[in-house]
């Protein structure tokens, strides 16, 4: 991944201790040959808490790091929460029937009123730890290009990546810049261990950014979208924590 200049907000989340817990098939085996039999039913009882526990614990790390909405900053972009006053301009770009025809959950047409009910629910998805969703904006010009988010569950300490951008914009590299920054937030400063995303067969762009910021394929799912009476595939990409860290550490990124 290229240095980039990222001001962002929240703090930084150390890594997760619950993560580091022995796997719980280690643990039932260790047990299983220590145990007596007798025993087993109050093992698998604290069993079942310590993995219940990890759970909570993962979940808490992550939202408690989601205190304030980030604004992030690459060499060209701003990455901001967005405003109800973007709601003009998110009709506009995210009405063309192109950036709808290839995502699983933009209406066609997209009626007044959509951009603004959108916008009016993200502060408190950010509150509740389930996503983070923000403007991706021309850091010169500072007009609205497209959005970009991560849907997060936090107990499996992961998320999924979407983005769209206006097409006026298409092929100079905005939507890769703008999930660089947004993978980078995700893992240093929420914390998470997975990152994935998935396209439509059809849409082969998306698949080349999902590669450029380091995703590994992990496969395919076939015809499992319909979209508009077309049966898509769903081809399936993820970053790990793991790969992310030894994916920066390249000098170029690549
Ligand atoms: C997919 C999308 C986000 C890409 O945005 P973008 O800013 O143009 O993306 P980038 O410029 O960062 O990268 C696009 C890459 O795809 C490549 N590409 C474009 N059309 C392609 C095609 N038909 N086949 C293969 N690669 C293609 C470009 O050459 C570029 O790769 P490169 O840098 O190696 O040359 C944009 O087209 C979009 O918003 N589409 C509609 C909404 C959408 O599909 N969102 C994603 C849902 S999974």
């Given amino acids: 991944m290229t240095s980039r200049d990222f001001a962002v907000g929240g703090q930084l989340t150390e ?43 993962r979940h808490d790390e992550i939202t408690e790091s989601m205190h304030e909405q980030p604004t992030l900053q690459t060499e060209r972009l701003i990455l901001r929460p967005f405003t109800l006053a973007d709601a003009p301009d998110v009709q506009c770009l995210a009405g063309d029937r192109a950036i709808a025809s290839t995502t699983g959950n933009i209406a066609h047409p997209y009626e007044d009123g959509m951009a603004e009910q959108w916008i009016s629910g993200q502060a408190e998805r950010f509150r509740n730890g389930e ?5 991706v904006t021309m850091r010169a010009e ?15 300490s992961r998320a999924e990546l979407g983005y769209w951008i206006g097409k006026p914009y298409w092929g100079q590299g905005y939507a890769t810049e703008a999930a660089q920054a947004v993978v980078q937030y995700g893992f240093e400063e929420l914390g998470l261990n997975r ?12 698949g080349r950014v999902m590669q450029k910021i380091g995703m590994a394929y992990e496969g395919c799912r076939r015809q499992h979208f319909c979209k508009w009476e077309v049966f898509e595939d769903c081809v399936d990409y993820a970053i790990l924590r793991s790969e992310y860290e030894s994916y920066r550490e390249q000098p170029d990124g690549a």
């Fill in 15 to 57: 890594g997760l201790w619950a993560v580091r817990l022995p796997p719980r098939a280690f643990l039932s085996l260790a047990c299983r040959a220590t145990v007596p039999w007798g025993l087993m039913p109050h093992v698998n009882f604290w069993l079942t808490i310590i993995k219940r526990e990890a759970r909570m614990i």
């Fill in 131 to 135: 996503a983070v969703e923000l403007a």
């Fill in 142 to 156: 500072g007009c609205l290009i497209g959005a970009i988010g991560l849907h997060i569950h936090a107990e499996a």
């Fill in 195 to 206: 990152i994935c995303a998935c396209h439509f067969g059809s849409n082969p762009a998306s």
